[in-house]
């Protein structure tokens, strides 16, 4: 899929929600009430609040099954605008060009080799844990989104690997900060990854803020086959003129089924 101009605030926002879905995935698997997050994912889309999670002082860490280089197809299944027609955020209606349309793009997992970073939740690591190779998943799921031919870059903050920046040639600048993130593991093949994410969508001169929930369920269908539920809602931010008619309640939910078949290990 391809566009003629530069990504729209739409474009951006489903794809860094995506983005941090195959980019973090909580380390705090065990972290939380028991059932919660599966409870959550079999509610969907019943939701009226934000999701209860922890904090994001531990970085991500990803099942040993998750390593390697994956081809992910990925189908936008269902939308819905709760507060509808009273409130609804800036690109929901585009986005149902996405509907039943999948988009493809490959990412990258491998064990960190460099450092462990925060406090892992599964006691004395004799190797290094899988994480997600960031910038080569950003920047192929932003691409699948707006373009091949779209000059941009991603850039997450060394020091703070909670932070991940979009760039784009004419200056904007979409910043996405990990406020809170929390998991569950459900079996050895399934498990539940849930973040909330505050987007900062830098244009002159005025900055849009919101926030995005991106919570997975993961299984392992078989050694080169994973399956995923992925569920979105986009939250308004305290300084929006609806905040406080909306509260906490989602204006924008979004499902999307998953598919990664590994390319290489």
């Known amino acids: 899929m391809k566009f003629s101009t530069f990504p ?3 474009n951006l926002t489903a794809a860094i929600a995506l983005c941090w879905l195959l980019c ?3 380390t705090a698997l065990a972290e939380g009430l028991p059932g919660s997050l599966n409870n959550r994912v079999a509610a969907f889309p019943n939701w009226q609040r934000k999701p209860a999670l922890g904090d994001t002082r531990r970085d991500l860490a990803y099942p040993d099954w998750m390593a390697g280089t994956w081809h992910v ?7 819905a605008a709760p507060l509808a027609p009273e409130i609804v955020t800036p690109g929901y209606e585009g986005n149902r060009k996405y509907l039943e349309k999948p988009l493809e793009f490959d990412v990258r997992f491998a064990p960190d080799r460099v450092k462990l970073r925060g406090n892992l939740p599964f006691g004395a ?3 290094p844990p899988v994480v997600a190779d960031r910038q080569f998943n950003g920047e192929n799921i932003l691409r699948a989104y707006v373009g091949s031919a779209t000059k941009l870059r991603v850039r997450v903050e060394p020091d703070d690997p909670n932070q ?17 993130r929390g998991g569950e593991v459900v079996s050895d093949r399934d498990f539940i990854g849930s973040e909330l994410v505050t987007q900062f969508f830098r244009t002159k001169p005025e ?7 991106t919570t997975t ?3 392992l269908d078989a050694p080169e086959r994973v399956t995923a539920e992925q569920l979105t809602a986009v939250y308004l931010s305290p300084k929006d003129p609806d905040y406080f008619a909306a509260g906490d309640q989602p204006v924008a939910l979004y499902r999307y089924d998953l598919v990664l078949d590994q390319v290489s290990q």
């Open 8 to 10: 729209t605030l739409a």
């Open 24 to 26: 973090w995935q909580p």
């Open 73 to 79: 197809t990925s189908t936008l299944t269902e939308m």
């Open 125 to 127: 690591l004799t190797k």
């Open 164 to 180: 991940q920046a979009t760039v784009l040639p004419d200056g904007r600048q979409l910043l996405a900060v990990v406020t809170a």
């Open 207 to 213: 900055i849009y803020l919101n926030g995005v929930e």
């Open 217 to 219: 369920a993961y299984h």
